[in-house]
């Protein structure tokens, strides 16, 4: 379980320090956003779903008193 935590929590590393020389462009306005500020929102609402996903599947969370 650890290696797959661990893998989805460099998923959203690679998309925002990766990637991003990749979307550095204004062009195409998505959302009234141009496409490097698009891209930023984009990866911090992944990352707080990619977060959510490995809090729910890391087993020690089992019986939380926040659920």
């Given at each position: 379980?650890?290696?797959?935590?661990?893998?989805?929590?460099?998923?959203p590393f690679i998309g925002?320090?990766?990637?991003l020389p990749i979307?550095?462009?204004?062009e195409p306005y998505i959302l009234g956003m141009p496409f490097l500020l698009?891209?930023?929102v984009l990866w911090m609402g992944l990352s707080s779903?990619?977060?959510f996903i490995?809090?729910?599947l890391d087993p020690t969370?089992?019986?939380s008193e926040y659920e």
């Open positions: 379980m650890r290696k797959y935590a661990q893998v989805l929590l460099i998923i925002m320090c990766v990637l979307a550095n462009r204004i698009f891209w930023i779903l990619v977060l490995v809090y729910k969370n089992e019986g």
